[in-house]
């Protein structure tokens, strides 16, 4: 059975009056990652801040050992 190592990066989300938006290119992030031989597993996004919105996100990877 496969084993797995995972890896959790934070991107802290900044408001704007047009909403939130990542301070950090998450696409890149992705990119990177996945040139490591990382996978994108899910983002996660846990209502902390004011009105329940997000005050980041984070990418959550997968990686075979």
Excluded: C, N
């Amino acid at each position: 059975m496969p084993q797995y190592e995972y890896k959790f990066v934070r991107i802290e989300l900044k408001a704007g009056w047009r909403g939130t938006k990542p301070k950090q290119d998450y696409q890149q992030i992705v990119h990177q990652h996945a040139s490591e031989g990382w996978r994108l597993v899910t983002i996660f996004a846990p209502g902390l801040s004011g009105y329940g919105t997000a005050s980041y996100i984070e990418l959550i990877f997968e990686k075979q050992f």
